[in-house]
C-alpha cells in the first residue's frame, strides 16, 4: 500500500475502524485523511491503545493511597518503599504475538515491560510471567510451550534481570489463544523518577537505540483482532528483540538520568514511534514536530507510514533541555546505541511530520489522544451457578491426592524456572517454587515480595467472586512470606468485548476486584488490557478463552532475616491450619482431575475473613512464632501440606481426612508449622481467628503417601510432556 493510496471503505476496514470511527477521524481532521495520518489513527484508537471498551470500566478500581507515588496513566506504578526510594512494576500482555510466533512473541514482552519500568529511572530487579496454555496434548502445545519459556528465559537471561516468580494454567479455553503476561519489578530513588509528558517549546526530540525496521508494523492493530485460520500469515507482525542491546539501552539511560538532561521520556512500545511522540505531547499539553528522514532506519526506503507504525524493540524517546545534545549523545554513543535529533516541541498542538522536504502528516493532538472512542458496550451479568450438591468419592483420598500432584495444575514448575536466571544480580533471597518471590534491596535488609496470581476457573464461573480472589489470593501469597501487601498492578485477558456475556466477565470480575482493593488496602497502580483473545471458528462464533485478570502484587519486608518459606524445617513440629473449612468443592481442581466435572460456584470470598487471618499470620511470622507457613489454594488443604512436605523433605501426619475436607478450596486459610500451637492457638482465640491443630511434621509420608512418591508425580509431568 503506497502512501498516497486513496482511503476507501476497504482500507479503512483493514486498518480496524469502524465506519463510525472514520467518520470521527473525518470530523478531528476537517477534511480526509491521507494513509500516514489513518494509520496514525488507526493504533491511537486501537483497543490496544486507547482501551475503548473498558475505559469506563477501569475507573471503578481503587488507584490512591498513602503509599501511591503514581498510579494509573504513566509507564508503570510507582509506590513508596521507604528511606527515598521507591518500587516502580507493571504487568503487560504479548498474547497475540506468542501464539503466532512464541519465542519472539514471549522475548519482546519481557523487552517491553523492561522498558515501562526504566523509563521512569528504575533498574529493573525482577521479571516475573503468568502463563496459560491448552491441553497438554493438544498438537501444537509443546511447541508454544517450548518457545514462550525459551523465549522469557533467553531475553531474561541475557539482560541480567533475574526471573523470579510466575504462574501456569491449562485448560481447552486456551488452545487457539494462549496468554503470555510479563512482569518487571524496578527500584529508584523517588527524586529520580523521570515522567513521560513533553514540555519546553523548542526542546529538542531524540530518538535513542536500535534502529527502525519494518517488523511489527500493525502489531498493535493485531492485538486488537481475535484469531482466524489466517493467524500464521500474521508472523510479519510479531517484533524480534535483541537482549543485548536493551541491557546498553538500561545503562545508557540510567547513565544520563543521573543528570538532569531529561524533560521527558517514553518507551517506544506498542505502536512504536507513534504512541510515544503522540501520549509525551498530549500529556504535555504541546505540540511535537518531527524529521522522519532523521530517523535511524535499518531498512531501505522506509516511508513514514512504515516508520511511525513500526514496533522495532529496543528504542526510547526522549525531550531533552536545550544544549544538552551533545552531553547525551556521548553517553549513547559510548553504549553503541543510535542517537538522533529527530524533531522538537511546538506550541501548535498538532503533531506535524516532514520527509522529503514535505509535510506529509498534519494531525491535531487533542482529538487524536482524549476524542479516542469511549464504548459503555453491552453486558449482561453472568448466570450464578447451580450448587453443586453432594459428591460422592472417587476412591481413597490419597490415590487422590498422588493423582493430583502430577497434573497440569499442581505439577511442579521446575522445569520451566531452572531456564530461568533466577539468581543474576545476587539480591533474590526467595527462589521460585514459593508462595512469593523476594528479592532483596540492593545493599538493604529490606525485601520486596512479589506474586502473580489468578485462577480463571473461578473468573468464568462467577466473575465477581472470582475477581475477589485473585486479589485476595495475591494478597496471601505476600502476606505467606511475611511482607506487607502494598499494591497490584493487572493484566485483564477476556475474548470479543462486542460479545455482552464476555463484556460481562469483565464488568464483573472489575467489580469483584474492586472490592478486593478496598477491603485489603492494596491498590491497582497500573496495568494493561487485552481484549479479542478469541479463536473464530468455521461457522463465525467464537470460542473465547476463560476471563484472566491477572493480578501482579508486591509487598515490603523490613528484614528479610524474618522471612517465611514454605518448606517443613524438622519433625515434631505442629502443623496448625489457619482459617474455617467448609469442603468446598465447587471448581475445584480435584472436582476437574478426579471427578471429571467442571461445575458449581466457586468458593466465596469472605475479604474481612481474609484480612484478618492474613494480618494474624503475618503477625505470627514476623514475630518469629512460626516456623513453615503455606497459603491454601488451588488442590486445597492437602495438597498445601503435600507442597510443603515436598519442599522440606519431611513427611505430616495429618490423620483421617474425607475428601472435601482435605480438597475443598476454601479460602483465607494457610498452614504454619510452630513448637508450640497452643501459644499459636491462644493468639489466635485473641484474634478471633479460626486455628486448629492439624497434626505434626515428621516421617517420609503424607496421608499414607510416600514423599518419594509424591515427588515422582510431581516433578515428572513437565518433563515427560516436554521429552526431557
Known sequence: MTESATITPQVVAEHGLSPEEYDRILHAMGRTPNLTELGIFSVMWSEHCSYKSSRIHLKKLPTTGPQVICGPGENAGVVDIGDGQAAIFKMESHNHPSYIEPYQGAATGVGGILRDVFTMGARPVANLNALR??????????????????????????????????????????????????????????????????????NPIVYVGSKTGRDGIHGATMASADFSEDSEEKRPTVQVGDPFTEKLLIEACLELMSSDAIVAIQDMGAAGLTSSSVEMASKGGVGIELDMNAVPCRETHMTPYEMMLSESQERMLMVLKPGREAEAEAIFHKWELDFAVIGRVTATGHMVLRFNGEIVCDIPLGPLADEAPAYDRPWVPTPARAPLGAVPPKGPVAENLLALMGTP????????????????????????????????????????AISTDCTPRYVFADPVEGGKQAIAECWRNITAVGAMPLATTDCMNFGNPQRPEIMGQFVGAIEGMALACSALDFPIVSGNVSLYNETKNEDGSGSAILPTPAIGGIGLLADVDQMATLAFKAPGEHIVLIGE???????????????????????????????????????????????????????????????????????????????????GEDQARYIVTTANSDAILAAALTAGVTARRLGATGGDKVAGVRITDLRRAHEGFFPSLMGA
Open 409 to 448: 495444575d499442581l505439577a511442579s514448575r521446575r522445569w520451566i524456572w531452572e531456564q530461568y536466571d533466577h539468581m543474576v544480580g545476587a539480591d533474590t533471597v526467595q527462589r521460585p517454587g514459593g508462595d512469593a518471590a523476594v528479592v532483596r534491596v540492593h545493599g538493604s535488609k529490606k525485601g520486596i
Open 133 to 202: 496454555f491448552g491441553r497438554p496434548d493438544h498438537p501444537k502445545m509443546r511447541h508454544l510451550i517450548s518457545g514462550v519459556v525459551r523465549g522469557i528465559g533467553g531475553y531474561g537471561n541475557c539482560v541480567g534481570v533475574p526471573t523470579v516468580g510466575g504462574e501456569v494454567n491449562f485448560h481447552s479455553a486456551y488452545d487457539g489463544n494462549i496468554l503470555v503476561n510479563a512482569m518487571t519489578v524496578g527500584v529508584a530513588e523517588t527524586n529520580k523518577i523521570f515522567y513521560s509528558a513533553a514540555s519546553g517549546v523548542g
Open 581 to 663: 473449612t467448609d469442603g468446598h468443592l465447587g471448581q475445584s481442581l480435584w472436582l476437574r482431575y478426579i471427578a471429571g466435572r467442571e461445575e458449581g460456584p466457586p468458593p466465596p470470598v469472605d475479604l474481612e475473613l481474609e484480612k484478618r487471618n492474613g494480618d494474624f499470620v503475618r503477625e505470627m511470622i514476623l514475630s518469629g512464632r512460626v516456623s513453615a507457613v503455606h497459603d491454601i489454594a488451588d488442590g486445597g488443604m492437602l495438597v498445601a501440606v503435600a507442597e510443603m512436605a515436598l519442599a522440606g523433605g519431611i513427611g505430616a501426619d495429618v490423620g483421617e481426612l474425607g475428601h472435601a475436607e482435605a480438597f
